[in-house]
């Protein structure tokens, strides 16, 4: 099986590890194993109770809290998914892409208030990744924290004057805040 992944052969590579497992059903690496190779090939429906099946044996293991979270969150049963994605990151607060996986479900599954914090840690970790700074302001000025995300947005602009997406979303605060003329001017500085 694992012959056939570094060769890129993943049908032979699943194929190979299932019979692994039915050689011996109670080894929790293989099950971990199988799981992780079908959720590398989209199969998250399958992957799923392989991970499931590590978790409940060896909830220690706490890359199998992440993977079966992304997997659940792949397939869009958010409400599965937080619980693990959260256990993920409660174990390994400093691995960044458990953080990002919860801060996106917190986010899509409508928890803005507590998305942000962890929006916010990934900003001071990433501070020229546009897209976690995007997502931040994003969620400030959804819970009405106007001031902050401009503020937020002007912080980046030292960075990332060129982004067409960071001059549109400092317009549309600047909306937000009723502030039309400034709006204006953001968008087109010979706007009068």
Request: glycine content about 4%; aromatic content about 8%.
């Amino acid at each position: 099986a694992l012959l056939a992944d570094a060769h890129g052969d993943a049908a032979q590579a699943i194929a190979a590890m299932q019979r692994a497992c039915e050689l011996a059903p109670l080894a929790i690496d293989l099950r971990f194993q199988l799981a992780c190779l079908l959720a590398a090939n989209s199969d998250f429906v399958n992957a799923i109770p392989h991970f499931r099946y590590v978790l409940e044996n060896e909830p220690q293991l706490t890359e199998a809290w992440y993977l079966c979270g992304v997997a659940l969150m792949r397939l869009n049963r958010d409400t599965e998914a937080l619980p693990l994605l959260r256990e993920a990151y409660r174990r390994t607060p400093d691995q960044s892409r458990a953080l990002r996986a919860l801060a996106e479900l917190e986010f899509r599954s409508g928890f803005p208030a507590d998305a942000l914090p962890l929006w916010q840690a990934l900003y001071r970790a990433a501070p020229d990744d546009l897209s976690i700074c995007l997502k931040s302001g994003e969620i400030l000025s959804r819970l009405g924290f106007h001031e902050e995300a401009l503020a937020h947005y002007r912080d980046a602009m030292q960075r990332h004057s060129d982004s067409p997406d960071l001059w549109m979303v400092v317009a549309q605060v600047e909306e937000d805040r009723g502030e039309r003329a400034a709006s204006c001017r953001t968008r087109d500085p010979a706007c009068e």
